[in-house]
């Protein structure tokens, strides 16, 4: 578990140190789990998942941010008469995000689509599958006409399902099924999917079509109505995994998955050309239980993988799956990478530690991945083979549809848990921002603020996150008294007029 009094003003490098790097952490009165996380339009972040009740009931739990990981709200979506709740896949849209996953009822578990409002506000629900069987939504993207397109997986139930398929789903703008299909040999999880040219959809995962006991990655595309295009498998005992695959300037194609082989799992890379044939194969061994979450290409041309195992392993490549880095994180979960301005990275997972619990996490690192709690790590890579068949799916259809009322509670906060001074680079705001002046720095109790912009609000938090004072303001000077508070270093936020500064101090 990492020490969070321990905050992190040297935890980076000479050549990054005037880079940020900060960690903040999304709390609720129960333990959160992260399944999915993306930028928003208006350039924050949105996360998905799950919250955790005494009783075992689980509830869909969303939390948007700013661009610096300031929670802007936090809602729990609960459906009524239901027995809980679990996104999968949040996707920002027109006007708000349209969210994905599974409700349970009493006998079976259904995928549910939620559209909401830019303030989560909900707009709309409704639930799809079958009585006889469970299916639960992977993940959501919208189509040309303004509908949305589901990949989701069914198990067992009728209309051909065995054992396991993947289902998919075309809806309206408002999420009336339009079409469905399930698709299953002897059965087959997806992944991720995603719009291709002339309106078909490439589908990724793995399947068991060769031997019940053997997994294979699979690739398949479907036309605008489901029908199969071509579906192709890969080697032996890997996943194809979620997350967005890379498609390159020249046609060809980067996948990221989890490589199986008993109970021992390791990341890996694999170049494919324009028609999804094998190129290269790289795995990475760390530790025996790391499962690949995501891949990105970064501002160089190589990439940028992220596993998690006993913690978040941040790889970077060369554009042959060479690494040229590797950092590790224990006790955070990331699932989302995005490379910045600055060349940094940002993270977005979970956390699971003594003092927080269990809570969403957001990480600025710097260009080598260092971030407050990160170490270096050095793990192996080995090429492996790749075979390719090709194979047909049984083709089946569930047509049920239902309207699922949602409410909506706001809860959760959130906690500076560490940080390097902020500074421009991330924050994009005019460079009067940061005529900001605090004295005297050390103090024995009475800090002042001083600035020609305006001081709206400032926030002090002790060494542990805890926030020792909040206030609201609307001149360009503040001074605060802390001579009750114990001696040590302490972190400011200012709201200015046109931004936000961060910076410490110590009470002496």
């Known amino acids: 578990m990492k020490i969070i009094i321990a905050f992190c003003f040297l935890c980076i490098s000479v050549a990054a140190s005037a880079q940020v790097t900060f960690q903040r952490n999304f709390r609720n009165s129960s333990p959160i789990y ?4 993306t930028k928003s339009g208006d350039n924050g972040y949105i996360y998905a998942g799950q919250r955790w009740l005494a009783t075992g009931v689980v509830n869909t739990y969303v939390v948007k941010t700013d661009s610096l ?10 459906p009524s008469g239901q027995f809980g709740s679990w996104a999968y896949d949040i996707l920002p849209i027109h006007g708000g995000y349209a969210i994905t996953g599974a409700s349970n009822g009493s006998n079976n578990t259904w995928v549910f689509l939620l559209k909401i409002d830019d303030t989560g506000r909900i707009e709309w629900s409704k639930e799809y599958g079958s009585s006889m069987g469970t299916a639960w939504g992977k993940r959501v993207r919208q189509t040309g006409d303004g509908g949305f397109i589901i990949l989701g997986d069914a198990v067992g139930g009728s209309n051909g399902i065995s054992n396991n398929g993947v289902y998919l789903i075309k809806t309206d703008s408002i999420g009336n099924i339009e079409w469905s299909r399930t698709y299953n040999t002897l059965g087959e999880w997806g992944s991720f999917i995603e719009n291709t040219a002339n309106h078909s959809y490439l589908i990724g995962g793995y399947s068991l079509y060769a031997n019940p006991s053997l997994a294979r990655g699979f ?24 997350g967005r695959h890379v498609k390159l300037a020249d046609g060809t194609h980067i996948f990221g998955g989890t490589l199986g082989n008993g ?53 970077k490549t060369d554009s042959m799956g060479t690494i040229q880095w590797v950092k590790s994180t224990v006790g955070d979960y990331a699932v989302y990478v995005k490379q910045l301005a600055d060349t940094g990275y940002i993270l977005l997972g979970y956390s699971s530690d003594s003092l927080s619990g269990t809570s969403f996490s957001f990480i600025k690192t710097d260009s080598l991945g260092n971030s407050c709690f990160s170490s270096i790590i050095t793990p192996t890579v080995m090429n492996f083979p790749i075979t390719v068949d090709t194979f047909s799916f049984y083709i089946g259809s569930i047509d049920s549809m239902r309207t699922v009322t949602f409410t909506a509670t706001s809860n959760g906060y959130d906690t500076l848990i560490c940080s390097q001074q902020l500074s421009t680079i991330i924050a994009s705001t005019p460079e009067s921002q940061n005529v900001l002046s605090v004295f005297p720095n050390p103090t ?4 002042t603020f001083q600035t020609k912009n305006t001081i709206r609000s400032i926030e002090v938090y002790d060494m542990i996150g805890r926030i020792v004072l909040r206030k609201n303001h609307n001149f360009g000077s503040l001074s605060i008294d802390l001579q009750n508070e114990p001696k040590g270093i302490y972190f400011y936020k200012i709201q200015l007029g046109d931004g936000i500064q961060t910076g410490r101090f110590l009470l002496q």
């Open 34 to 37: 992260l399944w999915t996380a």
């Open 69 to 78: 990981g300031n929670q802007q709200w936090s809602k729990i979506f609960e």
């Open 219 to 242: 690739l398949m595309s479907v036309d605008s109505v489901g029908n199969l295009n071509w579906a192709k498998s890969y080697s032996n005992n890997i996943s194809l995994s979620i």
């Open 263 to 315: 109970n021992t799992y390791a990341p890996f890379i694999l170049k494919m050309d324009s028609l999804y044939n094998p190129i290269w194969a790289k795995q990475y061994n760390n530790t025996p239980h790391d499962v690949f979450n995501a891949l990105i290409e970064a501002n160089d041309f190589g990439y940028v993988l992220l596993a998690s195992g006993t913690g978040t392993m941040v790889l």
């Open 444 to 447: 024995n109790s009475i800090i």
